[in-house]
């Protein structure tokens, strides 16, 4: 029996013509974004429209498993669309960085409010482009839909961190950690060691360092973020080739990373932040565009997952913070590569 056709199939009638004629998945593909796109729009509207945000951004977050744009009935993936699915040219996008500068108020509730009003822009900004991915064959626009909701997505992990009550218990989070992560990859390699593959090192030394690692939720945290020591490779790829001026070309980790994201399933382990913990993460920098703001991102990932890595007494609200950081960053420097 054919599928009762809906408006995520006129939709995908739309999105289609974006796509290159005799790219494989082509149909499937714009499928996916159209669904992608009609999940997102009603919470994006919520948030434009000057709502309450706490429910919308929680349905946003939901759609990030969406946003790789993978299906196993044949939809490619968006790293696969990106490299060979669009005929496009780089965008020269004036979205900010949502990110950088959370932590700059200094109390938690300015820092909400900060992270509210910029969910709210993001949301502005992926509505004005989806309506014109719908009206006319434009892979640019479609490509800015994406890039939007990506960063708006971003927010929306950002966001239980500040509006949770404040775990008292919270405790102190690691040094930075991304040049020792980038020292040991370094290490590695020389020695033959695959990075990659040393999950099962890094659960049993984070088990035997952090009391944390017993929570009952610990398991489904850890299943969802082993893949970041591959993550890790592809940050430093991608922030190395930034800072010569290129883009590296290996996207599906970083697609992958942001597909797979299920906080859901650690509920119990997420809670408020303190405020410094927002500054430490989210300072207050200049602002960068393309490549700058690429590798400035992939350095913030790499730092995340530098901490994990090196974890030692580490609250179960420091391990979900870090996460939800990782998730951010990673999705802010995917929506840069959309644009590159």
């Known amino acids: 029996m054919a599928e009762e056709r809906g408006p995520q199939h006129d939709l995908a009638d739309a999105l289609v013509k ?13 499928l996916q974004l159209a669904e992608l796109i009609l999940d997102a729009t009603g919470p994006a509207l919520e948030l434009a429209g000057g709502r309450p945000v706490e429910e919308a951004l929680a349905e946003i977050e939901l759609c990030a498993t969406g946003i790789d744009v993978y299906s196993w009935v044949g939809a490619p993936g968006w790293d696969e669309v990106l490299a060979r699915g669009l005929s496009k040219g780089a965008i020269q996008s004036a979205a900010p960085d949502p990110l950088w500068g959370l932590g700059a108020p200094a109390s938690r509730e300015a820092q909400r409010a900060l992270c509210e009003d910029r969910a709210r822009d993001q949301a502005r900004r992926f509505l004005s482009a989806a309506r014109q991915a719908a009206a006319r064959t434009d892979p640019e626009v479609l490509i800015s839909a994406h890039a939007a909701l990506l960063r708006l997505v971003a927010l929306s992990a950002i966001h239980p ?12 989070l690691p040094a930075p950690g991304g040049d020792a992560l980038v020292r040991e990859m370094d290490e590695r390699a020389a020695a033959g060691s695959d990075f990659a593959s040393a999950q099962q090192e890094w659960l049993a030394r984070l088990q035997a360092d952090n009391p944390a690692t017993g929570e009952p939720s610990f398991g489904a945290f850890f299943a969802g973020s082993s893949q970041a020591l591959r993550l890790a490779l592809a940050l430093r790829a991608f922030r190395d080739a930034a800072r010569a001026g290129t883009v590296a070309t290996d996207l599906e980790p970083l697609v992958g990373a942001t597909g797979a994201w ?71 420097a995917l929506a840069i590569v959309d644009e590159l």
């Open 161 to 172: 961190l500040l509006a949770l009550p404040e775990d008292g218990e919270a405790g102190a």
């Open 18 to 30: 974006a796509l290159r004629e005799g790219f494989p998945g082509r149909n499937e593909a714009a």
């Open 262 to 332: 299920q906080p859901v399933r650690w509920k119990e382990m997420r809670k408020g932040i303190p405020a410094a913990w927002t500054a430490d993460l989210f300072p207050e920098k200049e602002p960068a565009l393309g490549l700058g703001g690429l590798a400035r991102n992939c350095e913030a990932g790499l730092d995340a997952i530098g901490r994990l890595w090196a974890a030692k007494s580490l609250s179960a609200t420091g391990f979900s913070a870090l996460a939800c950081d990782l998730f951010a960053r990673s999705a802010c």
